[in-house]
């Protein structure tokens, strides 16, 4: 890649232009192009010292970067796509956004598609960024990647919550539910109860955890009622499926629950508040994602948070890294979740 940069005069042949590529510069500094190229996009990533030595040779050598040159030299668009299985999931809505942010910080702009939770529109988006010519994509594929989709991608490629034969982000959310188990666990309660889906899928095994937990305690979950994890605010049934276990069940029998998302933890405080029962003071409720409801709602929410920004910053990280020319092997980083604990679990409270 050819970076120009003013030249000095010479009394034979004039103004020349001298030429001075990132390789030069990493080169001179001992780095790789890739911590050049964070240096100058003013990455948070790197250390001080890191810093000063490239932006001495940056100087140095004259070099001046210039993002057109850069993107013929390179045939680069400067272009992520960033594909979604369902933007209703208030989730990757805090996430498109980090990404974005993250994304602005190496000079890159970002594409967004919504597969709405269709294969067909999956692979059209995908086939769309190809034409486009993204320089990379992430991606949050719908259920089990389809291989034959995923194998056949030949850009660099960074996979969230769910493994390909590609760069990968796994956060583990067996490890949320076991945080909101020992948590309940901790605050006393033995007769729980959870809401969400009871097939664990490929990066969902929220309920595996929360339930191992228990029994390595010797208590068994009292309630487990089934509910689709892919609703949305407009087509969920979770109240229905709530209220029509406490038309038929005491409910504050159950003292603690946990929801899989916080929309159906919602739902939850809900019909316990039809029913006269109060949250946290009868009756405590956890929920998952950590989205801005379970700041808002009343009482807040407790809630297991993914780390949005964490994870943002590794995929944009690790899809510019394989860019630049960086390995195209598969890779895994795995990411936890934590537990953010507030009123609708807190102990005590209105007591």
């Given amino acids: 890649m050819i970076e120009e940069k003013a030249g000095e005069y ?6 020349e232009i001298t030429m001075v590529t990132m390789e030069e ?7 790789s192009r890739a911590t050049v190229s964070r240096v100058l996009s003013n990455h948070p990533s790197i250390k001080m010292e890191t810093r000063s030595n490239v932006m001495y040779w940056v100087k140095k050598l004259g070099y001046e970067p210039n993002q057109v040159a850069q993107s013929l030299a390179g045939n680069r668009t400067n272009i992520i796509g960033v594909l979604f299985s369902d933007l209703s999931n208030p989730l990757y809505a805090s996430l ?11 000079g890159y702009n970002v594409i967004l598609g919504d597969a709405q939770r269709e294969k067909a ?3 059209n988006i995908i086939n769309g960024f190809k034409r486009r010519k993204v320089d990379g994509i992430i991606v949050r594929p719908i259920g089990t990647p389809n291989k034959k989709v995923y194998s056949g991608i030949n850009i660099p490629m960074v996979s969230l919550f769910k493994q390909t034969e590609k760069k990968n982000i796994i956060i583990s959310s067996e490890m949320g539910g076991i945080q909101v188990a020992k948590h309940f666990l901790e605050l ?9 889906p009871l097939k664990s899928l490929a990066g969902n095994n929220k309920l595996q955890g929360f339930r191992s937990e228990f029994e390595k305690n010797g208590i068994r979950l009292k309630a487990v009622l089934e509910c689709n994890q892919h609703e949305t605010a407009e087509n969920q049934k979770s109240f229905e499926i ?9 409910p504050a029998k159950i003292t603690a629950w946990f929801a899989h998302s916080d929309l159906v933890a919602s739902d939850v405080i809900r019909s316990l508040a039809k029913h006269d029962i109060q949250v946290p003071r009868d009756v405590i409720v956890c929920g998952y994602n950590n989205t ?3 700041k808002k709602m009343i009482p807040t929410l407790s809630s297991v948070a ?19 020319g960086g390995s195209e092997e598969t890779e895994v980083i795995d990411l936890y979740p934590r537990l953010i604990v507030r009123e609708s679990t807190s102990k005590g409270l209105y007591k």
Avoid: C, W
């Fill in 121 to 123: 529109r999956e692979v």
């Fill in 242 to 250: 709530i209220n029509q276990y406490f038309e038929a069940h005491d």
């Fill in 10 to 15: 010479n009394p034979t042949k004039g103004f």
């Fill in 306 to 324: 993914s780390p949005i920004e964490e994870l943002a910053e590794n995929a944009v990280s690790m899809l510019i890294n394989e860019i630049n």
């Fill in 292 to 294: 801005l409801l379970a």
């Fill in 188 to 196: 006393g309660h033995k007769n729980v109860g959870y809401i969400g």
């Fill in 25 to 31: 510069v990493a080169k001179a500094a001992h780095v």
């Fill in 96 to 106: 498109m956004a980090a990404i974005v942010h993250e994304a602005e910080k190496y």
